[in-house]
């Protein structure tokens, strides 16, 4: 019986989630096979339980935009996830058990820390978003020890929610419009540049000192995002490449309790 894990979205053609699993299935000699289902928010509760009842399922990353329906799915969560409200991992063990965690965080802390170089603890930075994604990365951001959180949403409302459920770690809530005197790092956890858009934040946010990171990534490196803040001369700009490879090594580590080295996975495709 063949071991399966699998990502849920919608895109997810074309990920490239099966490529690095596959570099990390090569490099620590576990075999298993990855699939990508592509489903609504309406079709998801049914096509996980199914996946989950497979013979030989043993689990699954959701990325957008099913990260807040994927933590109603669970029977437990870790306790990342729970303060997140959101899961992108998930574990099956035994009958209708299925596991939550959240390793966005912990895959983007360690991509700017360890693989960058970029530091978190007493800096001033802003997340722009306030959807599944922001809410994963604003609690382990807060637990690096930043000088100033903010979260700056289109919808303002929804980042006043965040900023509420996030108050004991001193994360705060301001307009996209006037998020505040520049950052030393602008983190966009929004969608838009799936839709080759940029947020409407305040080109004031960034300064010639700023690191800009985006959570979305491609095989160039560049998304509209980095594109933008390069335009406006940050110091550096980065997308996601790096945190979804981190963040795939701790859904591997779940599956498998193998960790593996992530920096053969880190090189980009060829184009
Ligand atoms: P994810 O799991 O990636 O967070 P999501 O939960 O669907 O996906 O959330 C998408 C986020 O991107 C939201 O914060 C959304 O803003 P709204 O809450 O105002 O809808 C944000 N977003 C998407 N497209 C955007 C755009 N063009 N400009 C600004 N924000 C955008």
New binding site residues.
Partial sequence: MGVRCALFGHPVAHSRSPRIYQTFAEQTGQAFDFELVDCTAESFPTALAAFAATPGARGANI??????DAYGQCSARSARAEAAG?VNLVRFEGHNSILGDNTDGAGLVRDLRDNLGVPIAGQRVLV????????GILGPIADCGPAALIVA???SA?AELLAARFAAQGIRAAP?ARPGAAFDLVIN????S??N????VAPSALSPDTVAYD?AYSDDGQTAFTRWADALGSASVHDGWGMLVEQAAESFEAWFGLRPETAQARDRPQQ
């Fill in positions: 990325t957008l935009p099913l990260k807040l959101a722009i978003g306030a959807g599944g994604a922001a809410r949403n289109r919808d929804k996209l956890a929004t969608s838009a799936l839709d858009k940029v947020p409407e959570l």
